[in-house]
């Protein structure tokens, strides 16, 4: 299978660039909704303005109860409200404006620091090829490197035959698994010393094993099933053999290399590691900063804070009131071109009012999916720089055809959810080898472990070869 391979900063810019594509759509979503709610508050005024015209006119003829009144102090409240209401909404759009500013800022700052840490590390691998050229007639050096040469080999091969017996385990297995009588026996410990039955149900067992053939099937598919536990375990033994090689040259090349390293290389590397922690612990605030405005003013875009509702709900009230009701009723059995006026203005009002809403629900459920990527990008950025995946050396290996590219597409057409696209991304991930690692595992450590959505890197598989005997032929079935 062909392996493509893309680098850690890479797929970074690759969720950098859609959160800015998802953002400008949010937000223009966003202003979208915004204005539909906004007109939809002038429509409401404009009514009620026009109720309190109709009522002027009625009062000459004393037929308006308190009407006028009651409409010019609702007015001034609703007006009041939001204005209040606009204050708050300045004041959050600042925050976001603010914030994407100052994220803006440090995203560039990471590109011109990158560039000097990139600059760093060459130098550092540089040393650490004069390192590895310096110790190639060491004895202990060299004894270390074989070793680890050997075991890393065993490694490989025990692994494969790990994989292939548990690939015929699966296969050889699915008789037994399937055989509802056999699986019923096996759960209940038959024939074995952990076994907790006696007396009827004892010799009932025992008819039921005798009519399948119990006995011999339970030992083939006991050796079926711990052929694959035992290979992966001396896979597991033979791995921490591995390591502790690997850990033996990577010591031995770390002290060479900073015994070839002036001071000056340190020093100014674990300085541009420090301000690239700061700057991603700044991104982190900023994203979550971004994440709490943006979640406000989705609230403000689509009508649903507080005081819109109590702009709103207080007129549509007053509104659809009694006396309004007879105001109009009045007004329509008058033979006053006047009145037939301000009633149709009404009613065209209210039609109004209906379209803007209906328009507003469908901005509204685009607005919510625009929103849900944000936040989710946002997240995953978060995420990407804390597990430090955009670090020099991180790269990410996917089978031809899939990859991080791909899987952020599906991510923003919703075919996976962020917990998907993420555990596939840890998966893919890995940590190149380079000439400085030496030095690297002991000053600048490559990685550290990330549960975010309770996803976690999942063990390469491994295979063996399994002689376990013929297929099991089930007696059951009765």
């Not at 002290?255 to 612990?281: G, V």
Request: no cysteine; net charge neutral; charged share 30%.
């Amino acid at each position: 299978m062909v392996m493509g391979m893309i680098t850690g900063r890479q797929t970074l810019a690759s969720i950098e660039e859609a959160l800015q594509q998802v953002s400008a759509e949010s937000n223009r979503l966003s202003a979208e909704l915004d204005s539909a709610t906004q007109e939809k508050a002038r429509l409401i005024a404009e009514r009620l303005t026009a109720f309190q015209e109709l009522a002027k006119f009625r009062a000459k003829l004393a037929t308006v109860d308190g009407v006028i009144d009651e409409a010019d102090q609702l007015s001034a409240q609703v007006t009041t409200i939001l204005q209040a209401r606009q204050k708050t909404l300045n004041a959050l759009q600042k925050r976001e404006a603010d914030a994407n500013s100052t994220r803006e800022r440090i995203l560039a700052e990471q590109k011109l620091l990158d560039k000097d840490v990139e600059q760093l590390e060459k130098k550092l691998d540089a040393l650490g090829e004069a390192a590895r050229k310096a110790l190639a007639a060491d004895p202990a050096y060299n004894s270390h490197a074989k070793l680890y040469a050997d075991s890393r080999g065993v490694v490989e091969k025990a692994n494969e035959k790990a994989a292939k017996s548990r690939a015929e385990e699966a296969e050889k297995g699915a008789p037994y698994r399937n055989d509802p009588l056999f699986l019923y026996l096996w759960e209940r410990k038959f024939a074995t010393s952990d076994y907790p039955h006696r007396g009827l149900v004892r010799w009932l067992d025992g008819w039921v094993a005798r009519l399948i053939g119990y006995q011999e099937a339970r030992l083939n598919f006991n050796m079926l099933t711990a052929i694959p536990q035992r290979l992966a375990e001396h896979a597991a033994r033979m791995a921490q053999i591995m390591k502790a090689e690997k850990d033996a040259l990577d010591a031995i090349e770390g002290a060479k290399i900073r015994e070839l390293a002036d001071d000056d290389l340190p020093q100014k590397l674990r300085a541009a590691h420090a301000s690239r922690e700061k700057q991603t612990a700044d991104m982190q605030a900023l994203n979550a900063e971004l994440q709490e405005t943006g979640a406000q003013l989705k609230i403000y875009a689509e009508g649903q804070d507080q005081s819109f509702r109590a702009a709103i709900d207080g007129t549509t009230k007053f509104l659809e009131g009694v006396n309004l009701g007879s105001l109009l009723r009045d007004a329509r059995r008058t033979p006053d071109v006047q009145d037939d006026e301000i009633v149709a203005l009404i009613g065209r009002l209210a039609d109004g009012v209906n379209a803007v809403e209906q328009d507003a629900q469908s901005k509204r459920a685009a607005l919510d999916a625009a929103f849900a990527r944000k936040q989710e990008l946002l997240r995953i950025a978060s995420e990407f720089r804390r597990a430090r995946y955009d670090q020099p050396g991180s790269v990410f290996d996917a089978p031809s055809g899939s990859n991080t590219q791909q899987w952020l597409q599906l991510l923003l057409q919703g075919a996976i959810t962020a917990a998907d696209y993420w555990i596939r991304t840890q998966n893919s991930q890995r940590w190149r080898n380079r000439p400085g690692d030496g030095y690297r595992r002991s000053d600048f450590p490559s990685s550290r472990g990330s549960d975010w959505f309770g996803g976690g890197s999942s063990g390469g598989g491994s295979s063996g070869r399994n002689d376990s005997g013929p297929d099991f032929r089930t007696g059951g079935g009765f």
